[in-house]
């Protein structure tokens, strides 16, 4: 499999075939394209989802005459080949929009005929050669798209020079829309060509501003200033008015996105169609926004459902309309959700049949629901969302925010099964979206397929680690700055532990401890859940746990000993072990602990159990070892401690442990009862399963105890 990135240029489209610098970002979306070899004559590369076919042959591919120019170009590239290749491109960008399609195109290619042939080239090859493929569709192309293709990430480039990597101080959220086919790059090059020829002065000098907006945009970029930033695409979008290489629909669509509250807008690309970018602060979906962060989101709502007052249709002023609620003055925002979520009901009757206004008030509803004044959540509430999004899936059964939406809504009702099959999809539907290939996870953990759990979220880890690199966020920390990164090792790890999957519980442990050991600032629910990372070396790497520096965080030192003392039991080194416990705390908070730093409270107590039950079992000591782990469990299974759902913040059902105790002691019917107890915890969990089968045999099959 071999992949060319997407992109789109922030800054100096145009001006960057004159010599002056462009930033550009590679996107999430890209070009993957598989080589096999073929019994054929020539070379033939199909694309998805575009439909074409193409090949190396004499007869000309009518319709396709450019790329098949292209391919040309790239199989002479092999001149000795022992065979032709049959080539298969998945193209998620959209052609002829800006966005580095044909660019991707071609970076993909060459790199699946090189592995296909054996050959190992440098990432400067892939671009020199990739240049002569961009030459046949753009004839004097700058260069920048087959750059960003080829090396990903956010770069300065300057033509003929070596891409210049820029670092983001924090990820930025983009909003590509594609306003229709533009002309070729080649037309719109001449076209600025012909104006540099006619006015010297003048076009070069709207060169220079547009150097000078580059610099400016790749400063405020490197430290975090969003608002420079959109300020500069904003000027960078007038000097292109200037060039004439925007349109009409383009310069509409950029006042919209900025009279919607982006923060600054601009076409990218070649022009005269294609796409507009827009830098946005958009709305989150599983975070809130604050009485503070609300007061500017008001604004914007009234500014758009007064604009669409005016000219919106009937669907979109009904959904202004509850948005302006959503954001009314108070500091009960809790109530403004609910006034939201109301109104969406009311827009979801007027449009029964729009699933994706369904979507969006089954969203409303579950974030109101976590809104009541009662325990836990509005079940009414909850169980209408259910209603939409089911309605909607049956129509849709592919509507990804529904299966997103849906997984969410029965994971929390405690009917995770409703959703297997729904989840099943959603990698399929979004496979480069790290977020939605990890949600099947909440899904597979609850209906006990562990193994899958672990699994997909070590895809959207690396997923994740791909979308840091094209970000620029270099280094170790880099990638830990993204949304939910963290969250997804998290979870894999819970998959991983229950599953007994060593390899993806190091390959995800081991950067967690290196990220979390250093910290001098974190707070407890952060702790309680990093310590997965030490849980999964103790399981999976004993001797390495030994030598890993103790970290700053109470908790996580805590999780530490804990770590040892576990490795120290497996190595028999019982009184080791026993000092491990000793230096675990019974408390780090003096007074009373908040809601925030209960639950790690409780683990400290956990670990002292589970350490304090393993050696009583080494000793032989059953009935020490059954105190103690019930002890564990019932600290496990309180209510504060089980709101940590998403995975459970202890590895495993201590539960499952005092079954094993009382086996040992020679109490089968206990450990049967508390087998099948540990089972309504954790689904299908293998080891408590083990046990339920051994207790069961003791019994005898035909024992009235066995039920």
Not at 161 to 180: D, H, M, N, R
Not at 355 to 380: I, K, N, P, R
Request: charged share 20%; proline share 5%; net charge negative.
């Amino acid at each position: 499999m071999a992949y060319g990135h997407g992109k789109v240029i922030l800054f100096g489209e145009h001006s960057v075939v004159h010599g002056r610098p462009a930033l550009a970002r590679a996107v999430s979306q890209g070009v993957e394209v598989r080589a096999l070899q073929s019994p054929a004559s020539v070379t033939t590369l199909h694309i998805d989802p575009w439909q074409v076919d193409l090949d190396t042959g004499a007869a000309p591919n009518r319709g396709h005459e450019a790329l098949q120019r292209a391919l040309k170009i790239a199989r002479g590239f092999y001149p000795n080949a022992p065979f032709e290749l049959t080539l298969r491109a998945d193209v998620r960008l959209p052609g002829g929009a800006g966005m580095g399609s044909s660019a991707a195109i071609g970076v993909a290619v060459l790199r699946a005929m090189d592995e296909a042939y054996g050959q190992a080239r440098t990432d400067v090859d892939v671009f020199d050669r990739s240049l002569d493929w961009e030459k046949v569709f753009h004839g004097n192309p700058s260069g920048v798209d087959n750059a960003m293709a080829t090396y990903g990430g956010t770069a300065l480039y300057v033509r003929g020079q070596p891409l210049s990597p820029v670092t983001q101080a924090q990820p930025i959220q983009l909003l590509a829309a594609y306003s229709g086919p533009s002309p070729s790059t080649e037309k719109m090059v001449s076209s600025v060509k012909q104006q540099l020829d006619a006015d010297p002065v003048g076009v070069g000098r709207l060169f220079d501003e547009i150097a000078d907006i580059v610099q400016r945009g790749k400063s405020a970029l490197e430290r975090g200033d969003t608002a420079t930033l959109g300020s500069c695409m904003n000027e960078n979008h007038q000097r292109l008015i200037t060039l004439k290489l925007s349109t009409d629909k383009l310069n509409q669509m950029v006042a919209a996105a900025c009279s919607a509250g982006a923060l600054g807008a601009k076409l990218t690309g070649g022009g005269g169609g294609g796409c507009m970018l827009a830098l946005v602060d958009g709305p989150t979906i599983n975070y809130g926004k604050d009485a503070k962060e609300r007061v500017p989101l008001l604004a914007l709502a009234r500014q758009a459902d007064a604009a669409l007052r005016a000219n919106g249709t009937a669907r979109e002023r009904a959904l202004s309309a509850a948005l302006v609620l959503r954001y009314l003055p108070g500091q009960n925002t809790s109530k403004q959700d609910r006034a939201y979520a109301l109104a969406m009901q009311r827009v979801a009757a007027q449009f029964p049949a729009d699933d994706d206004v369904l979507g969006l008030t089954a969203d409303a509803l579950m974030v109101a629901s976590f809104s009541y004044e009662g325990e836990g959540y509005d079940h009414t509430l909850m169980d209408a969302a259910i209603a939409l999004l089911e309605a909607v899936l049956a129509r849709a059964p592919e509507h990804t925010p529904a299966i997103h939406f849906y997984i969410h809504a029965t994971e929390v009702v405690g009917k995770p099964d409703l959703a297997e099959r729904h989840a099943d999809q959603l990698a399929r539907l979004a496979p480069r979206a790290s977020h939605l290939v990890h949600m099947p996870s909440h899904t597979f953990y609850w209906v006990g397929r562990y193994q899958d759990a672990a699994e997909t979220n070590h895809r959207a880890v690396r997923l994740g680690i791909e979308n840091a690199e094209r970000l620029g966020l270099k280094g170790p920390e880099g990638v830990w700055g993204l949304p939910y990164h963290a969250h997804n090792v998290i979870f894999g790890l819970g998959g991983a532990l229950m599953a007994g999957d060593s390899r993806i519980a190091l390959d995800l442990a081991r950067p967690l401890v290196g990220a979390a050991g250093p910290r001098d600032k974190a707070e407890p629910w952060w702790q309680l859940l990093a310590a997965s990372g030490y849980f999964a070396m103790a399981r999976f790497d004993p001797a390495g746990v030994l030598a890993l520096p103790e970290p700053k965080l109470p908790y996580l030192k805590a999780a530490w000993h804990y770590a040892r003392g576990e490795s120290l039991i497996w190595a028999g080194d019982l009184a080791g072990a026993a000092k491990e416990i000793e230096a675990i705390p019974a408390k780090v908070v003096t007074d009373k602990p908040d809601d925030e730093a209960l639950a790690a409270e409780q683990m400290l107590g956990i670990t002292r159990a589970v350490l304090t039950g393993r050696i009583a079992m080494a000793e032989r000591r059953w009935a020490d070892a059954a105190t103690a782990l019930r002890q564990g469990a019932e600290i496990e299974e309180t209510e504060s401690f089980s709101d940590f759902t998403d995975p459970p913040a202890f590895w495993y059902p201590v539960r499952r442990d005092l079954a094993a105790a009382l086996l040992a002691s020679g109490d089968a019917a206990g450990a049967q009862r508390e087998a099948q107890a540990s089972l309504l915890l954790r689904k299908f969990d293998p080891v408590a399963m083990q046990t339920l089968a051994a207790a069961r045999a003791v019994l005898g099959r035909d024992s009235a105890l066995v039920r």
